[in-house]
C-alpha cells in the first residue's frame, strides 16, 4: 500500500489526491523510528521538538552554569593571573565551539543526528561526573582547606581540566545535532510547518536564554555560597533525567539517515569542472545536467550565475546521452546542476562567516572580562542581598528573551504586513541589527570602565553599572545570534546541516580564539611603551581603551556586512508539493535582498 502511495505521488496524475496523501504522510526524506514514511499527526513539529529543547535546556544551563563562573574558579581557587585565566577561558570556550565542526560532520556522514546526540551526552555526563568527583573525592579535591590559601593539588586541575574537555566533546556532539535535529522535525515543503519551522530558531533561543538566566543565577549562587561541589552534582543529576526523557521521545521524532561523507560530492564537483574547463558553456542553463525529480534522492537546487567556472562540472558532452546519463553516470566527470549549487552556496557562505567574527569577539568579552570587572564593584542590590559577580550575566539573558519574544510575536507579523517577507526581515538583515548592538555594548562597556577606574574606591560603585552593556549585548545575541543559526541551518545544502549549525558555533569559537590573540597581541605592544593595556589585576590594566579597540573593529565590519549582503543571493530550491498554478514552484530561503 505505502508503494501504491508513492507510485500514485510520483505519477502526478491525480493533483488533489496528492495533497491530501501530503497531508498524511511526510515526504522530505526523513523516516519514523522502525524506517517508514513518517505520518504527519503523530511526528515532527512541536510534539517533538520539545522533547529536544528540553534536554537543550539542561545542557545550556549546565554549559553557563560552569562557563560564566569558570574565571572566578581559576583565578580564586587555581590563583591563575587575570589573563592567564581569561586566556585560559576563551581557549576552552574556543575548542569547544570549534569540535563541533568534527561532530556535525560524523553525524551527516555516518550517525545520524539521534545517535550522536546519544553518545555525546554519555561523554558529557563524564565529564560532569569527574567535576563532581574532583569536589567530593577527598585525593582529588584542590586542597584541604576552604578557601584554597596554597597552591592546589595538581591532579586536582588534571581532573578539572580533562572533565572540562570531556565536556567540550560532549558539546561537540550535541549543539550541531539536537539544533538541527529539531529543525528536522518541521517539513519545509509544508506551508504551516514551514512557519512553525521560523518560530522554532526563536523559541529554541528563548529556551537557551532559560538555561543561561538559572544558570548564572542559581547555579552561580550555589557555587559561590554552597560550594561548587553542589552545584555540580546537581546538573548532572539533571542532565541524566533529560537525557533519559530526550530517549523516550523516540517514537515521535522524524529522522534522517545519514548519507556517507558530503565532501566527496562537492570534490567531484572541482575535479568534473576541471576536467571540462575546455568545453563552452551552453548560454541556456536548462542544458545543464540534472536527474528527473522522481529520481532525486533530496530537494533540488536551481541556477544561479555566480561561479560560472563550475557549471562546466554539469556541461553534457556531444557523445553522451542524457536518457542514458540519468540512469548511470561516473561523478567524477559529470555532476548535477545540484551538485554544483551546493558548492557555489559553500563558497557565497565564507564573506558572511568571516564578517561574523567581531560579534564573536564581543561575546566572548561577557563571561571573562566583564565578569571580573563586576567581581571589583559592589555587589549588594540591596542591604541584605549580595550577588556573585557572574550573575550579572542574567541581564543579557533577560535582555535576549525580550527581544527573541518581542521580535516573533511582534515584529514579524508586523514587518509581513508591510514587506510581505514571511520572515518579517531577511536573515542577514536580521544579523546585521544584531552588529549595531554590538558596537553600542562595547561603547558601553568602555565608558563604564572608564567611569570605574575613575573612582578611587571601585568597591563603591555598584555592579548595576555594567547593566547597560549586558543588556545591549543581549539585545544583539537576539538578532544576531538567532539569525546566524537559522542562516547556516538554512544555506547550507541539505545533507550538510548538523555541519550548518556546527559553522555558526565555529563564528563563537573563532572569536574566542581572536580574543585570545588579540589580548596577547594588544600585551605585547602596548607593553613595550611602558604600560601594558592588561595588568595582574583590573585595576593596573586599561580595559577601556580594549573596548573601544572592539566598538571600533565592529563599526567597520558592520559596513562590511552590509557591502556583503547586498550582493549575497539566497539559496533558491524547487518545492516538492502540488502548489496552484498562480503560485510559483521556487522557494527561496529569504527574497533577494540583504
Not at 562557563?67 to 591563575?80: E, K, P, R
Not at 550565475?305 to 558532452?317: K, M
Not at 510575536?409 to 544584531?434: A, C, D, H, S
Not at 613595550?528 to 577601556?544: E, I, P, Q, V
Amino acid at each position: 500500500m505505502k508503494h501504491d502511495r508513492l507510485e500514485k505521488r510520483k505519477s502526478g496524475s491525480h493533483a488533489s489526491d496528492i495533497f491530501r496523501d501530503d497531508e498524511t504522510w511526510v515526504y522530505d526524506s526523513s523516516i519514523d523510528h522502525r524506517g517508514r514514511v513518517p505520518r504527519r499527526a503523530s511526528t515532527g513539529v512541536w510534539k517533538a521538538s520539545l522533547f529536544i529543547i528540553t534536554i537543550e535546556f539542561s545542557e545550556r544551563l549546565s554549559w553557563f552554569g560552569l562557563s560564566t563562573n569558570l574565571i572566578s574558579y581559576l583565578t580564586g581557587v587555581l590563583h591563575q593571573e587575570i589573563k592567564t585565566a581569561a586566556k585560559t577561558v576563551n581557549f576552552w570556550s574556543g575548542v569547544t565551539t570549534l569540535i563541533p565542526l568534527i561532530g556535525g560532520f560524523l553525524a551527516d556522514a555516518y550517525t545520524g543526528r539521534f545517535g550522536m546526540v546519544m553518545v555525546s551526552s554519555f561523554i558529557y555526563l563524564t565529564g560532569l561526573s569527574l567535576l563532581t568527583m574532583s569536589q567530593f573525592v577527598p585525593s582529588l579535591k584542590p586542597c584541604d582547606t576552604t578557601p584554597c590559601r596554597l597552591p592546589p593539588r595538581r591532579l586536582h586541575e588534571v581532573v578539572l581540566f580533562v572533565a572540562l574537555y570531556c565536556i567540550s566533546l560532549g558539546t561537540g556532539g550535541h549543539k550541531p545535532c539536537l539544533q538541527s535535529f529539531g529543525a528536522d522535525q518541521f517539513d519545509d515543503d509544508h506551508p504551516v510547518e514551514r512557519i512553525k519551522k521560523m518560530s522554532y530558531f526563536n523559541w529554541w533561543n528563548f529556551a537557551t536564554c532559560c538555561g543561561l538566566l538559572l544558570g548564572v543565577t542559581a547555579i552561580v549562587y550555589v557555587q559561590d555560597f554552597l560550594g561548587w561541589g553542589v552545584a555540580v552534582l546537581g546538573l548532572t543529576i539533571f542532565m541524566a533525567i533529560t537525557v533519559v526523557t530526550f530517549f523516550m521521545g523516540k517514537s515521535c521524532y522524524r529522522y534522517r539517515l545519514p548519507e556517507g561523507s558530503p565532501l566527496i560530492p562537492l570534490l567531484q564537483v572541482f575535479v568534473a569542472a576541471i576536467r571540462k574547463r575546455k568545453l563552452t558553456h551552453p548560454s541556456n542553463p536548462a542544458l545543464l545536467f540534472e536527474v528527473p525529480k522522481s529520481q532525486a534522492h533530496g530537494r533540488q537546487l536551481l541556477h544561479t550565475n555566480r561561479l560560472g567556472f563550475l557549471d562546466n562540472a554539469a556541461i553534457i558532452e556531444e557523445n553522451e546521452s542524457t536518457s542514458c546519463l540519468q540512469q548511470k553516470h561516473n561523478p567524477w566527470r559529470l555532476t548535477t546542476l545540484t551538485r554544483v549549487e551546493e558548492v557555489k552556496l559553500l563558497f557565497n557562505m565564507i564573506p558572511i562567516w568571516i564578517t561574523s567574527i567581531p560579534f564573536g569577539l564581543c561575546v566572548a568579552q561577557a563571561p571573562t572580562f566583564f565578569v571580573k570587572q563586576a567581581a571589583t564593584m559592589n555587589l549588594n542590590i540591596t542591604d541584605n542581598f549580595k550577588i556573585p559577580p557572574a550573575t550579572i550575566n542574567s541581564l543579557a539573558a533577560i535582555a535576549m528573551l525580550i527581544s527573541v519574544a518581542v521580535y516573533d510575536k511582534v515584529l514579524v507579523p508586523v514587518l509581513r504586513k508591510i514587506n510581505g517577507n514571511e520572515r518579517g526581515m531577511t536573515i542577514l538583515q536580521r544579523i546585521g541589527v544584531g552588529m549595531v548592538f554590538s558596537t553600542a555594548a562595547m561603547t558601553a562597556a568602555a565608558l563604564t570602565e572608564t567611569k570605574r577606574l575613575g573612582v578611587h574606591n571601585p568597591k563603591s560603585l555598584s555592579v548595576l553599572w555594567l547593566a547597560p552593556q549586558y543588556i545591549i549585548l543581549g539585545f544583539g545575541d537576539g538578532f544576531t545570534l538567532v539569525g546566524l543559526q537559522e542562516y547556516f541551518y538554512d544555506e547550507v545544502p541539505d545533507n550538510m546541516r548538523s555541519i550548518g549549525i556546527a559553522l555558526y558555533l565555529s563564528v563563537i569559537g573563532t572569536g574566542s580564539f581572536v580574543s585570545s590573540f588579540l589580548i596577547m597581541a594588544v600585551d605585547s605592544i602596548t607593553g613595550k611603551g611602558g604600560k601594558s593595556w592588561f595588568g595582574k589585576d583590573l585595576r593596573s590594566s586599561r580595559l577601556d581603551n580594549f573596548y573601544w579597540l572592539l566598538a571600533a573593529v565592529n563599526a567597520v565590519n558592520f559596513f562590511a556586512h552590509v557591502w556583503v549582503s547586498i550582493r549575497y543571493t539566497y539559496k533558491t530550491v524547487e518545492r516538492r508539493r502540488v502548489v496552484p498554478d498562480n503560485v510559483s514552484e521556487c522557494s527561496s530561503s529569504d527574497q533577494l535582498m540583504p
